[in-house]
Nanobody
Framework: QVHMVESGGGLVQFGGSLRLSCTVSGRTLRHLAVGWFRQAPGKKRVFVAGIEWNGGQTYYSDSVKGRFTISKDNADDKVDLQMNSLKPEDTAVYYC????????????????WGQGTQVTVSS
């Protein structure tokens, strides 16, 4: 069983930065790929960024490329999402999720989910 807990959400102004952290614990941390998803009010949950189990390959949605950076630290059991140049459209509840081996851009295959952390970007 893998447990994932997000932290670091909050309120920022347009152009600001925020760093989200996903603390991962459990017996399957090894070979665990992690994705960040977000769900804005009235919208479906969508993929934001992902990272392979070994921290090698990373993936980003077009809307956040160049602004967000995902990183994985197995030693610290943590996956971070550094968010820069934030826009109001980034306002959402952000979730981290885990799946075996390779991060994908869809929810399918992600078996482990955090409870989410709210990010609000004011205009």
């Amino acid at each position: 069983q893998v447990h994932m807990v997000e932290s670091g959400g909050g309120l920022v102004q347009f152009g600001g930065s925020l760093r989200l952290s996903c603390t991962v614990s459990g017996r399957t941390l090894r070979h665990l790929a992690v994705g960040w998803f977000r769900q804005a009010p009235g919208k479906k949950r969508v993929f934001v960024a992902g990272i392979e189990w070994n921290g090698g390959q990373t993936y980003y949605s077009d809307s956040v490329k160049g602004r967000f950076t995902i990183s994985k630290d197995n030693a610290d059991d943590k996956v971070d999402l550094q968010m820069n140049s934030l826009k109001p459209e980034d306002t959402a509840v952000y979730y981290c999720a885990g799946r075996p081996w390779v991060a994908t851009t869809s929810e399918g295959g992600y078996d482990y989910w955090g409870q989410g952390t709210q990010v609000t970007v004011s205009s």
